[in-house]
């Protein structure tokens, strides 16, 4: 099979194309035959070297690729070959075929395609992890969202609205109100205000009669961090999802006491391995939200896996227009 192999870290030329040996099935695995998998911005940090997890080399990056189940190894129950899956694999997604175990595998919801499956993967569960389980949203809550036109903003701005929450989605300009808007949030907080310390509290003052948000979902961090930690309510909780912006900021821990506030953090990784209990009703409540119609996929460019090195170009520099999809040239038709 073809697979792009990443030998030595470095830089996204060092991710090549390669002819590999199929993968084989070990007792409670099934090997899938991959149709789409996201390009994720993670990956050009695996790429580098840099990321908290980074498996042996040689290896194939590339996380959460869905297709079709072709091969089930000893002991596996519940799957059989034909059945559409999304994977939770942390790599080997860049590829034609890959062995997960079994237990890592969802069947698609019927009318869910390989390739939206693909771009709602990594974005949602992260979204709904920050949202529900570190923010414990509860309806009648206000979120303030930041980077709202993100994968993963975006995907909170849809979770937070299917459950009862009120949304400010925090947005780099203007001119992209009218995307969370479309999305379904309540009103826009703009992050291009010249005074940004004082501008991004006062207008979420403004939004919620003064109290402040109840949640603050940030992927951002740097200076962004320093306003949005002023802006939250009494009895608040600050979800610290990444950190975009390019610095990791530091808190006062005075601040936290004097709001009776919760700082927390979210690496979603971490609940595929240690929680999975969580994390499989995590996925089935985001496939459940799909059914019932209160969740849209994202927009998805479709490009061919031997284009990997451009699409995560494009991640690395920020260019990318909407979730990049890569498709195997053996995916089916």
């Known amino acids: ?23 084989v099935p070990q007792a409670g ?25 980074l498996p042996p080399r040689p290896f194939s990056p590339g996380k959460l690729p869905t297709g079709i189940v072709s091969a089930i190894g000893a002991g596996v129950t519940g799957l059989r070959p034909g059945d559409r899956v999304l994977t939770l694999a942390e790599h080997g ?8 175990a079994a237990t890592s ?9 390989f390739i939206d499956a693909a771009a709602m993967s990594l974005g949602f569960d992260t979204a709904w992890f920050a949202l529900c389980e570190r923010g414990r949203a509860k309806r009648g ?29 925090a947005v780099s300009s203007p001119a992209k109100a009218d995307t969370v808007l479309r999305a379904g949030a309540d009103a826009v907080i703009d992050l291009s205000v ?26 951002l961090g740097g200076d962004i961090f320093d306003a949005a930690i002023r802006a939250v309510a009494w009895r608040g909780r600050y979800v610290v999802i990444g950190f975009a912006a390019g610095r990791i900021p530091t808190l006062k821990i005075n601040y936290v006491m004097l709001k009776n506030m919760e700082v927390s953090g979210v690496q979603v990784s971490d609940y595929r391995k240690k929680a999975p209990d969580e994390m499989r009703h995590c996925i089935q409540e985001i496939f459940r939200l799909y059914e019932a119609g209160q969740l849209a996929t994202p927009r998805a460019t479709v490009m061919p896996l031997s284009q990997v090195q451009d699409a995560l170009r494009q991640l690395e520099s920020r260019t990318a227009q909407g ?3 890569l498709v195997p040239a053996t995916a089916a038709r």
């Not at 969802?106 to 009318?111: H, I, Y």
């Not at 809550?141 to 609205?161: E, F, P, R, S, Y």
Request: aromatic share 6%; net charge negative; glycine share 10%.
């Open 1 to 23: 099979m073809q697979a792009a192999i990443l030998r030595e870290f470095g830089a996204i030329d060092q991710l090549r194309m390669e002819t590999v040996a199929d993968p």
């Open 29 to 53: 695995q099934v090997v899938v035959d991959i149709q789409a998998i996201a390009a994720n911005f993670v990956d050009t940090l695996v790429v580098a070297g840099k990321y908290q997890f």
């Open 93 to 100: 997604g860049y590829a034609e075929k890959i062995a997960v």
């Open 105 to 113: 595998c969802f069947r698609l919801p019927d009318g869910l395609s």
């Open 141 to 169: 809550d206000t979120a303030l969202i930041l980077g709202a036109t993100g994968a993963v903003g975006m995907a909170a701005v849809q979770l937070a609205k299917a459950y009862g929450v009120r949304v400010l989605a």
């Open 194 to 219: 010249a005074d940004l310390r004082d501008g991004l509290r006062a207008q979420v003052h403004a939004a919620t009669g003064g109290a402040g948000a109840d949640i603050v979902l940030d992927p």
């Open 323 to 325: 979730r990049l999809v």
